[in-house]
């Protein structure tokens, strides 16, 4: 009897504990599962530092230059061009030899004015023998006249016949006035050939040195009086150079005449010269125009003061102009200013309940981005909002937000445009020997 008692129970047993086992699988998933997101939840609290680099804000004096490159040019050059068009037929002086003013330079073959010339002259000629036969002419018709005006005041010649003798002597002043117009206007074209037979000899205009040659006897030139002919050289003087230079947009309001720079010319390498900008051009030169492309440039002139090799024209420089010069001043590295940009709400009126409301985050208007640097205090970067002066190629001076000793951070790039925020946990290392490591890996 006690068997079968035992047989009825066991069934239930275990059914009791399939349920007990299965209560404690779903119990113990459900811990599992809650300390693993506690687990998750922890880790993610866990702030991760920002390595960065530093340096104290200190004084110091600053200079900002704006750079530019162009070419080595005298400041007196001279195109020397023909008037008119002909054969060359000397040209005395060779290229890099030295001219006096009024030294002949070159000749053209005036024979095609020869012709005109004489044609002229002869024209004249003619004109002038003309006049002096209209002048007897008139003699004769003033005498007629006097003498038949002398018989009608006597009754012996009719009023016709001394109009007719007074009609003669007009018609010769006449003739006479006409051709001494005549004249004129052939002395006129005469001068105009003599002038053009005056140009086939060209004269030096300057001293200075003969720079470009650009023909040789025998070539034909092109030239009228009213456009530039060809430009057969160019005489420069080379005791007074120049750098000429050109200068963008942004940076050209920042020169000014009489600014300091130095000037590197590439065929000394070894010397840096000194110089002043006397003048700024006004009209502006442009590349690229009508494209992404375009670039607009001013061309600077700068003199070199300081000229004692044989500097040539056309030789590469690279100029530093001087534009601000600030003594101590407060200056942090330039790559440790950047920009954030700060929301704000903007409130209006209600028209109808004349009331302010605030609008919504769809209605939050952008400032213009502020600079800003990062300080370090206690591990922790704090954001201040400054205001900059002037700058060199590596620190830029700030005039409002910070103080002297504070330390600010200057690296790394992407911690500086990206990363860093207000109160973020940084980890400052300075170690230049690992940073350098790290560049060249």
């Known amino acids: 009897m006690s068997d079968i008692n035992i047989q009825t129970q066991t069934p239930k047993t275990k059914t009791r504990k399939k349920k007990s086992k299965k209560k404690f699988l779903i ?153 001494r117009a005549q004249i004129n206007q052939s002395k006129a074209s005469l001068s105009s050939v003599q002038y053009d037979l005056s140009k086939a000899t060209i004269f030096a205009p300057v001293n200075g040195t003969v720079t470009t040659l650009n023909n040789e006897i025998g070539e034909k030139v092109l030239g009228t009086s009213f456009n530039q002919g060809n430009n057969i050289l160019t005489i420069s003087d080379l005791s007074k150079m120049e750098c000429q230079v050109e ?61 004692d090799v044989d500097l040539r024209p056309g030789m590469s420089c690279t100029v530093d102009i001087e534009v601000a010069s600030k003594s101590n001043v407060l200056a942090v590295p330039i790559q440790s200013v950047t920009t954030r940009e700060e929301e704000d709400e903007n ?23 502020q600079e800003v640097i990062f300080i370090v205090q206690n591990d922790r970067s704090i954001i201040k909002n400054v205001k900059t002066g002037i700058s060199n190629d590596t620190y830029i001076e700030i005039t409002e937000g910070v103080n002297e000793g504070e330390i600010v951070v200057k690296g790394s790039f992407k911690a500086i445009t990206k990363e860093l925020e207000n109160d973020t946990k940084v980890k400052v290392n300075n170690d230049t020997k690992k940073d350098k490591a790290k560049t060249e890996e």
């Not at 030899?97 to 000749?107: F, M, S, Y």
């Not at 409130?347 to 981005?369: A, F, I």
């Open 247 to 307: 200068v963008g947009e942004t940076d050209v309001t920042l020169v000014k005449i009489g600014d300091v720079a130095k000037v590197e010319i590439d065929a000394f390498p070894d010397r840096v010269f000194k110089g002043v900008v006397y003048e700024i051009g006004n009209s502006a030169k442009s590349t690229g125009l009508g494209t992404q492309a375009e670039v607009v440039n001013f061309v600077v002139k700068i003199r070199i003061v300081d000229n």
């Open 347 to 369: 409130t209006v009126s209600d028209e109808n309940e004349n009331l302010s409301r605030t609008k919504d985050l769809d209605n939050k208007k952008k400032n213009k981005p």
């Open 27 to 179: 119990f113990g998933s459900i811990l599992l599962i809650l300390l693993i997101v506690i687990a998750v939840v922890v880790s993610n609290k866990k702030e991760l530092a920002i390595e960065v680099q530093t340096e104290p804000i200190k004084r110091m004096d600053i200079t900002q230059v704006v750079q530019a490159t162009g070419k080595i040019q005298s400041e007196i050059q001279v195109n020397i061009s023909s008037d008119i068009s002909g054969e060359l037929i000397a040209l005395p002086f060779k290229e890099g030899e030295q001219v006096k003013k009024g030294d002949v330079v070159a000749k053209i073959k005036p024979d095609q004015y020869l012709p005109q010339l004489q044609q002229q002259l002869a024209g004249v000629k003619v004109q002038e023998s003309s006049l002096n036969e209209q002048e007897v002419q008139l003699r004769k018709f003033q005498l007629e006249y006097d003498r038949i005006k002398q018989l009608n005041e006597k009754g012996l010649a009719s009023q016709s016949d001394l109009d007719n003798a007074l009609t003669n002597v007009d018609q010769s002043l006449a003739s006479m006035n006409r051709i």
